[in-house]
């Protein structure tokens, strides 16, 4: 079925697609009876953190007593009820938006947060969607290929603050990484607060493989989740929170509240004597953030990339990142898709440097592998997939999976070897 859309794409001109998908767009609105406008819309965008963002934004407002509803590519949630997002996009198509927009206002929520992507911003289904806020927390080269330039791909992306500036609510805030070069275009935009956030102006600051902490409005900020990485997130939910009247204490509780996020940087626990990590981690950037994050540990690194042409550029940079920072690199299949999985294994083989690696093509196998070399104390990083709930493999096949779970097999798997 995707390939056969991806063929009929091909075929039709980009202008037509772009008015079929302005018109899906409005028309859902219009069906659903435009339900954001009744409700506070918080959308989050960026190259990294975007999840981890929302989540965080949801728990500081559910501190300060507010009924939330949550979109992202882990869950969809509205008020008190809660599944798994198994559609492997943030921002689905058809109604999808506009009919939870809708749910949200029926379950009488006041707060909606949205995950928001380029992809689903170049195929227009932020329209219809009356934002109060958005957040910008970072680019960084990705989608190359499917939007045909880096700058295409910061367009789409700024597609959503030009919406912001065109929605009638107010006040709106924009709330973006002023480390970041791209922050200057979103902090311009013509709206009522604009809101540049830091962890220089989060001094002092401290952060670990376990967790840290920052200083917001003179209070004290602890964030249970590693990295640097984790710090920023929860500074651009704190600011976004601030602006729209949240106390500092209710962010400093809905912050500490966030122990764990699904496949981000989420620890996996058997009671081994080491520690297993399984992370979305799939850009450049992320991977280096990551290991960063562990750097005082000996890291077993098992990672892949994308089949389907996606980024096939940052492959030898991934093998080179997991060169420089891991101790042990394992490369297996990801979600290979059409391509050939030995080739990607072997494109990004190319780029580690200083060592071996192990080529395993399956993952399973390879997770196996990874658990096996650890010793007490290491860091085992399962990077790229997350939550995905799918391997996705040739002609739109694809098979149940789960890094988390299968890390939990193969822990109870060796610790029973282990007592035999």
């Known amino acids: 079925m995707h390939g056969l859309k991806k063929?009929?794409?091909?075929?039709?001109?980009?202008?037509?697609?772009?008015?079929?998908?302005?018109?899906?767009?409005?028309?859902?609105?219009?069906?659903?009876?435009?339900?954001?406008?009744?409700?506070?819309?918080?959308?989050?965008?960026?190259?990294?953190?975007?999840?981890?963002?929302?989540e965080m934004i949801g728990a500081i407002f559910e501190a300060a007593g507010r009924k939330t509803a949550l979109l992202n590519s882990i869950r969809i949630k509205v008020a008190g009820d809660s599944e798994?997002?198994?559609?492997?996009?943030?921002?689905?198509?058809?109604?999808?938006?506009?009919?939870?927009?809708?749910?949200?206002?029926?379950?009488?929520?006041?707060?909606t947060i949205l995950e928001m992507t380029s992809e689903g911003s170049r195929q227009h289904r932020h329209r219809g969607v009356a934002l109060d806020a958005l957040v910008f927390t970072n680019?960084?080269?990705?989608?190359?290929?499917?939007?045909g330039s880096f700058e295409a791909y910061a367009d789409a992306k700024y597609m959503l603050g030009r919406a912001l500036a065109r929605s009638h609510k107010r006040p709106r805030a924009i709330a973006a990484l002023s480390d970041d070069r791209q922050s200057a275009r979103y902090l311009?935009?013509?709206?009522?607060?604009?809101?540049?956030?830091?962890?220089?102006?989060?001094?002092?600051?401290?952060?670990?493989?376990?967790?840290?902490?920052?200083?917001?409005?003179?209070?004290?900020?602890?964030?249970?989740?590693?990295?640097?990485?984790s710090l920023k997130n929860a500074l651009a939910a704190a600011t976004?929170?601030?602006?729209?009247?949240?106390?500092?204490?209710?962010?400093?509780?809905?912050?500490?509240?966030?122990?764990?996020?699904?496949?981000?940087?989420?620890?996996?626990?058997?009671?081994?004597?080491?520690?297993?990590?399984?992370d979305y981690a799939h850009t450049p950037d992320s991977l280096e953030a990551l290991y960063k994050a562990y750097g005082t540990k000996r890291k077993i690194c098992i990672l892949g990339s994308m089949g389907g042409t996606r980024d096939?550029?940052?492959?030898?940079?991934?093998?080179?990142?997991?060169?420089?920072?891991?101790?042990?690199?394992?490369?297996?299949?990801?979600?290979?898709?059409?391509?050939?999985?030995?080739?990607?294994?072997?494109?990004?083989?190319?780029?580690?440097?200083?060592?071996?690696?192990?080529?395993?093509?399956?993952?399973?196998?390879?997770?196996?592998?990874?658990?096996?070399?650890?010793?007490?104390?290491?860091?085992?990083?399962?990077?790229?997939?997350?939550?995905?709930?799918w391997m996705y493999g040739p002609n739109d096949s694809k098979i149940p999976w789960s890094d988390a779970t299968i890390a939990r097999e193969e822990i109870r798997r060796l610790a029973a070897s282990a007592r035999v």
């Not at 997002?85 to 929520?109: D, E, T, V, W």
């Not at 680019?139 to 939007?147: D, G, Q, T, Y």
């Not at 989060?202 to 917001?216: L, V």
């Open 7 to 54: 063929h009929i794409r091909s075929l039709v001109p980009a202008s037509l697609l772009s008015i079929y998908h302005l018109s899906i767009a409005y028309a859902g609105a219009i069906i659903f009876g435009f339900p954001s406008r009744s409700l506070l819309v918080i959308g989050v965008t960026g190259t990294k953190g975007k999840t981890s963002t929302t």
């Open 84 to 111: 798994p997002n198994l559609m492997r996009m943030s921002m689905p198509g058809r109604f999808f938006i506009q009919r939870f927009l809708a749910r949200a206002r029926k379950a009488k929520c006041t707060v």
């Open 139 to 147: 680019l960084a080269p990705e989608h190359i290929e499917s939007h």
């Open 188 to 229: 311009a935009l013509p709206v009522e607060k604009k809101l540049p956030y830091s962890l220089a102006l989060g001094k002092p600051w401290s952060a670990d493989e376990h967790g840290g902490f920052f200083t917001f409005g003179g209070t004290k900020m602890s964030v249970p989740l590693p990295g640097e990485f």
């Open 240 to 278: 976004i929170a601030h602006a729209f009247g949240i106390s500092t204490e209710h962010i400093r509780a809905g912050l500490a509240s966030v122990r764990r996020i699904p496949g981000r940087a989420e620890r996996i626990e058997e009671g081994q004597d080491f520690t297993v990590v399984v």
């Open 312 to 389: 096939s550029w940052n492959r030898p940079v991934k093998g080179k990142l997991a060169g420089d920072y891991c101790e042990e690199v394992i490369l297996t299949d990801e979600d290979p898709c059409d391509d050939d999985p030995m080739n990607i294994i072997e494109h990004i083989a190319e780029g580690v440097q200083g060592k071996t690696p192990h080529i395993i093509q399956d993952r399973r196998e390879a997770i196996r592998k990874g658990l096996s070399l650890a010793r007490s104390g290491d860091a085992v990083l399962i990077t790229g997939k997350g939550t995905d709930p």
